[in-house]
């Protein structure tokens, strides 16, 4: 069953055709700034900033003992340069500056590509879909395998690791389900704590890479990119596979541009090259140095484990405590990503309607979606039990990181070439060798497939095919819709010579056509043979803009004596509420009684067609997901006893 409601998004007349400046971080106040700053640090950098508990052991798990010397110099030289390249060239420096009215990520880059353009372009709008779903795919491994690798450091406790060894799994599951359980409760009031905590773990990370970087000063050879590219060139084939472990290094760099809108683009800026940057620097740097140095003492099992091997005894329990309590506030940060994510498909027309709580009153970004939560619960579990511990987790992770970052570049090109109007040159100068950079790590991550890495890209291609069948389904539907369907002039133009019986109070009918007939008021006409006093046509558009001013929402427009066209516009990152809309209507002069107006919504019972422009199996997917999405009433906040539903059957 579906509802005759508006699905897919609109056209924004009112929205500018260029990227905003920064609304959130330019130009603020130094104690808001700093405080958003800080802010940033535990939610954008979260991912980023637990890759040192496996980044490094991952790629000299490869390198064998007769070259580990030669190979920590070059996987440091190799860590420090994608951060470079990747992180802060490309997503610090560039890709920033394509906001979209302050939003960043995947699908506000879709939106603001095909604003660019000025129409829905299919190949922008598959790009969103496949960078969108690689997200998925990433926010089932983060959360597993960040919390394994911190729980794992209780096997190298001094004195205690083999009697904690047999829970270390059952710890991270327990952790997890734990914090999957909190969602529904909100995060708001533990987010304060976020930032300090996380900025504290970067501290200690810088810390603990100072304490050893005296062990072996010659690791500062690693600044020099030629040791990376030598040590890639001389170990060829190997050196190709340990490059997709350095990428483990840069995971979360696209959480940068996907929470700019919470923070602002500078705040974001200002904690990497400041705080988290020079941190990570100094705590890979302190890992070469360590394992060169015991290299040197004939001691290589530092290799195995570096970052838990380089902590003195007496701080590993503080230690161990904070590294749990940053991936708990990493994995937070990707599940509510999802939700974030989650509630921009929903509205861009991508995913059906979904149940979207907010958990809390004051800030907008705080929300919830219980089917995600459910699904990515799911999924982290069957990770732990599937892969058992993280150095078989990383085999799994990088791979939709690296594809989700190429997405990202291609869509940046008709930014570059449309928006910021950049001529061939400058555009190849710089999108050029950051494309090569993506599809290097691409084909390294590829080689991980066999090892788990097919994981996350078939959870992927799911999400892919789901948001397809979605839209192409709503589409399909919405053209059957306007063949059948009446136009409303030429309705009134009928009622004018034969006008129906009258009914008191005011009907509103949703639709996602304002130009045509509702099927529920045809319906009302056929069947009950009446007509309201009032009648009000309701469309409720998205706009390619992240959010839309209060002043700008609603369009009022009398169409005749009995009918006026009233249109609700919300972005793409807001939850529609029609009542509170409906409630500013009538401060501009469009007067009813709640108490005594219905809400007429045209339900169509979906059958499947083998002509219908889809494979039968995506008919009944389609229908599938009709059948199981959130209930209309509900999603648009009416009133349960106002609402008065007419259904018809049609073919898809």
Not at 196 to 218: C, M, N, Q, R, Y
Not at 470 to 482: H, N, P
């Amino acid at each position: 069953m579906a509802v005759e409601a508006p699905a897919a998004p609109s056209k924004d007349d009112t929205a500018p055709s260029e990227a905003s400046t920064d609304h959130a971080g330019h130009g603020a106040k130094p104690h808001g700034f700093f405080a958003m700053a800080l802010g940033s640090v535990g939610v954008v950098f979260g991912d980023i900033g637990t890759s040192p508990l496996y980044a490094m052991r991952e790629a000299l798990s490869h390198s064998s003992a007769r070259s580990l010397d030669t190979a920590v110099l070059g996987v440091v030289s190799l860590v420090i340069w994608a951060m470079t390249l990747i992180v802060t060239v490309k997503y610090v420096i560039f890709l920033m500056r394509a906001d979209n009215k302050g939003e960043g990520g995947t699908l506000a880059l879709m939106a603001l590509a095909q604003r660019a353009i000025g129409r829905r372009a299919l190949p922008i709008f598959l790009l969103g879909i496949i960078g969108a779903s690689l997200f998925y795919g990433d926010g089932i491994i983060t959360p597993a395998i960040s919390v394994l690798s911190a729980a794992e450091g209780l096997k190298d406790a001094p004195h205690l690791g083999h009697l904690f060894a047999p829970y270390v799994l059952p710890m991270a599951a327990v952790i997890l389900v734990l914090l999957f359980l909190v969602q529904s409760k909100g995060t708001h009031r533990m987010a304060a704590f976020f930032g300090p905590i996380t900025a504290i773990w970067f501290l200690v990370l810088g810390g603990l890479g100072l304490f050893h970087l005296k062990e072996d000063l010659s690791i500062f050879r690693a600044f020099w990119p030629g040791y990376g590219v030598t040590f890639l060139v001389e170990n060829g084939f190997v050196g190709f596979v340990i490059l997709g472990s350095v990428f483990l290094a840069v995971t979360g760099a696209e959480a940068l541009y996907a929470d700019m809108g919470h923070f602002g683009r500078n705040p974001i800026r200002a904690a990497w090259l400041v705080l988290v940057f020079p941190c990570l620097a100094l705590n890979y740097l302190g890992q070469g140095a360590h394992v060169l140095h015991a290299i040197e003492m004939h001691h290589p099992h530092a290799a195995l484990n570096p970052f838990w091997s380089m902590i003195p005894d007496f701080a590993y329990w503080p230690v161990l405590i904070l590294a749990t309590m940053a991936t708990v506030i990493a994995s937070q940060a990707v599940i509510t990503g999802a939700f974030s994510m989650t509630q921009q498909a929903v509205q861009l027309g991508l995913l059906p309607r979904l149940d979207i709580k907010r958990t809390s009153e004051t800030q907008a970004g705080q929300i919830f979606v219980p089917a995600v939560n459910s699904l990515l619960m799911t999924g982290v579990l069957v990770l732990l039990v599937v892969f058992q511990d993280s150095h078989r987790l990383a085999s799994a992770y990088g791979i939709a990181v690296t594809g989700a970052m190429f997405v990202d570049t291609l869509l940046a090109y008709v930014i570059a070439k449309r928006i910021w109007k950049w001529n061939n040159l400058q555009t190849a100068a710089l999108l050029v060798p950051l494309a090569a950079v993506d599809m290097v790590f691409i084909s390294s991550n590829l080689l991980k497939i066999p090892d788990g890495a097919w994981l996350p890209l078939a959870f992927g291609a799911a999400m892919v095919t789901l948001m397809w069948t979605w839209s192409r389904g709503v589409q399909i539907l919405a053209d059957k819709t306007r063949r059948d369907s009446v136009p409303l002039k030429e309705l009134i133009e009928i009622l004018a010579v034969r006008p129906p019986h009258r009914a008191a109070g005011t009907a509103i009918f949703l639709t996602s056509e304002p130009d045509v007939a509702p099927v529920a008021l045809m319906h009302n006409l056929k069947h009950n043979k009446v007509l309201h006093e009032k009648n009000v046509i309701l469309t409720v558009s998205t706009a390619e803009t992240p959010r839309v001013r209060e002043e700008d929402r609603i369009k009022i427009s009398p169409f005749s004596s009995d009918f006026t066209k009233v249109t609700l516009s919300y972005g793409f990152m807001e939850s529609p509420n029609i009542p509170k809309a409906l409630a500013q209507c009538r401060k501009q002069g469009l007067k009813f009684d709640i108490m005594a107006t219905s809400f007429f919504l045209g339900r169509r019972s979906v059958v499947p067609s083998s002509n219908s422009g889809m494979p039968m199996w995506q008919d009944k997917l389609f229908i599938f997901l009709m059948k199981n999405a959130a209930n209309p009433t509900d999603f648009f906040k009416i009133p349960p006893g106002r609402v008065v539903e007419l259904g018809t059957q049609v073919s898809v």
